[in-house]
């Protein structure tokens, strides 16, 4: 079974940057993909991006597109989530999830919070 600790996030100003974390422990993630979604207060949580262990391919929410880039170290088993001109629509608890390719998002993570002033 796997289990998901992010780290990284800050409070930060509009228009910084910050750098997200998902080590993942646990079993290896071939055939297995990874995401980061997040959960504004009063909001559901959404889909930011995901990527494929694997290949690495990748995907992207619109809002975040340009700007966010996710990416995953396999020697580290972790994931990671740069994030640039940030906004203050960006604040949310972000979480990191995993789950097979052709599957849900089954195990999460419990969560860091990225707030950005404005």
């Known amino acids: 079974q796997v289990h998901l600790v992010e780290s990284g996030g800050a409070l930060v100003q509009a228009g910084g940057s910050l750098r997200l974390s998902c080590a993942a422990s646990?079993?290896?993630?071939?055939?297995?993909?990874m995401g980061w979604f997040r959960q504004a207060p009063g909001k559901e949580r959404a889909f930011v991006a995901r990527?494929?262990?694997?290949?690495?391919?990748?995907y992207y929410a619109d809002s975040v597109k340009g700007r966010f880039t996710i990416s995953r170290d396999n020697a580290k088993n972790t994931m990671y989530l740069q994030m640039n001109g940030l906004k203050p629509e960006d604040t949310a608890v972000y979480y990191c999830?995993?789950?097979?390719?052709?599957?849900?998002?089954?195990?999460w993570g419990q969560g860091t919070q990225v707030t950005v002033s404005s």
């Open positions: 990527v494929t262990w694997s290949n690495g391919l990748t």
């Open positions: 999830a995993v789950g097979p390719i052709s599957g849900p998002f089954g195990t």
């Open positions: 646990g079993r290896t993630l071939s055939g297995y993909r």
